[in-house]
């Protein structure tokens, strides 16, 4: 099979692309996003696409400069429409990540792009060590089922969909591939998100797995893909039976019900929480385990209050109530 | 919290002891279950317990006959009921894993103690390191969210109670209890069951992860808790499902109607396959994620037939049979 066609097999699989579908995708310049450059430009004519390619210079390496004009060279030269934008990221770095910062700023970017260009779908070049080293990370940083889903194929943020046609191909190939096309690209740096932890994966841990089960690749991607099945049921279900449960919502808060959640399974009372905590605050970022069981022992009570990161839970009157502490969410993944 | 607190909060939690009941200790000889012999004698009143200790003498090792007479004579200083059986294990093995077979047959002789004594508990001296093991070695092994659970507190093989009281409990801070109580205990070699990839887990894996995450080992613990919160939930589900979806059932066969099975979640439909093949297998061992797609695979189909480890899952006429291939069930985990 082509790489070609392995990445044709993702995106049916997924149901990544429709025709006549207009696709922004975000190049760094760096081995994977030129590859999906390359590759876009060979199924555009199956798809009938338009392209956008948008680069989002973080001024955070010297080599920052280089592969915008790098991009900007190689769309020119593919008679591709390129929009680029650039940001000193430590400018808006307040003590929070720097990694973190960047990919918000890079998402705000993207998303800006598409809203200006009315596009709906950005393409993103993730590929299957990126879900690998995510799934890792995340059993080693602690997670729940929905964290072992890594990287998913296709996800929606403030109404556009990303996509990753490449995230069932292994980093490997697709040097291979690049190196058999003669098409060149930056050196990899730009890849500075939780450098020091995805290294640690890259270079000890996974190698240490690899001895144990040399295809433990395979293995952890499984694991990624039955627990989005596990997670996408689930989250059907609870979503059920929130509907059932609300007594009342608005922009920044929603009451349930405690007497309706009386006679729920823990598991799914814990996974309504979770989308009800969505609604209201966005995300679930930043609370963890703890925090879920903090709330679920104030269920108990017959008046409580408890402070959690950016949310505020109130026991009153037989009723639960979900308060956002922000304004407006501002964090993306 | 002293250690008998915290295997008293675990009980609880658990469910694992009722008043008055009698329960087999199985015991090695090794630190965790001399340690948990220790234990039951503290909480024995409290409960009003009566105990019976047995030790499985595998042959395996030339310290096994030394283990024997030693938990012999402990059980005899605190006039506790002693009873053993020695077997040649190796005579038992066919190129099965070793430890699969020793596993077994140390299975069955509690089953078959339990029986005789007609007891319905059986304690069993797994720690939280074991658990947590346990998951790693899932994990780089692959594995569904089932396999992440690790050891449970608590499971019923054919109508016995199988508890693990120290489920929750760190090996370091039995051994450091041991100590201080001056309770002596044979050293640890029983512990040949997949020796060689957990020594690897324990030596290697483990290490490297506690630099990532110093609290590596709780986070892993919580990963297993939830899992079982998560499969407990589904199965619940599943079980609901399959029932509505029988349309037949024997000895060792279920008839499956397809007509109902087509706008089911691919995920529900696969932890319902899962079921009925336990129910007619006894297990869902040797099965791995490749045959689940199999299976999923010639559910398209009008007439279709598959050869899989101990089962025949065949498609005629609408319906979906399975058909055990095995007379007896054998195993147990």
Redesign the interface.
């Known amino acids: 099979v082509t790489l070609v066609e392995e990445v044709l097999e993702a995106i049916e699989r997924y149901n990544l692309l429709k025709r006549k579908e207009k696709v922004i995708l975000a190049v760094s310049g760096g081995p994977d996003s030129v590859a999906m450059l390359f590759l876009f430009l060979r199924i555009k004519e199956i798809f009938n696409l338009k392209l956008v390619c948008v680069h989002f210079n973080h001024g955070l390496r010297k080599e920052a400069d280089e592969d915008e004009k790098f991009v900007k060279d190689l769309c020119s030269s593919l008679d591709i429409k390129f929009v680029s934008e650039k940001k000193n990221v430590k400018e808006f770095f307040k003590g929070d990540s720097l990694e973190q910062t960047a990919r918000i700023l890079r998402y705000d970017f993207f998303l800006k792009i598409a809203n200006s260009l009315k596009i709906k779908k950005i393409s993103l070049a993730h590929t299957k060590d990126d879900v690998i080293e995510t799934v890792l990370m995340r059993?080693?940083?602690?997670?729940?089922?929905q964290g072992l889903r890594g990287i998913l194929p296709l996800s929606k943020i403030k109404g556009k969909i990303f996509i990753r046609p490449l995230i069932e191909i292994e980093k490997k190939r697709i040097l291979d591939w690049l190196k058999k096309e003669k098409i060149s690209y930056q050196i990899d740096t730009t890849n500075f998100e939780d450098k020091f932890?995805r290294n640690?994966?890259r270079l000890?841990?996974l190698p240490?797995?690899e001895?144990?089960?040399p295809?433990?690749k395979d293995?952890?991607f499984?694991?990624a893909r039955?627990?989005s099945?596990?997670h996408?049921?689930?989250t059907?279900?609870a979503q059920k039976e929130l509907s059932k449960i609300k007594r009342g919502e608005g922009e920044n808060f929603l009451i349930i019900d405690l007497e309706k959640i009386k006679d729920l399974?823990?598991?799914?009372l814990?996974q309504v929480l979770r989308l009800a905590i969505e609604e209201v605050k966005g995300n679930t970022r930043r609370l963890d385990?703890r925090h879920f069981e903090s709330i679920l022992k104030i269920l108990q009570k017959k008046r409580s209050y408890l402070n959690l990161p950016g949310l505020i839970i109130e026991i009153r009157e037989k009723k639960l109530i979900l308060k956002s502490l922000q304004g407006v969410n501002f964090r993306y993944l």
Do not use: E, M
């Open positions: 059993i080693i940083r602690g997670t729940g089922i932890f640690k994966i000890n841990v240490l797995l001895k144990l089960n295809n433990i293995t952890l499984n694991l039955i627990s099945w596990n996408n049921f689930i059907q279900i399974h823990p598991f799914l814990l385990w």
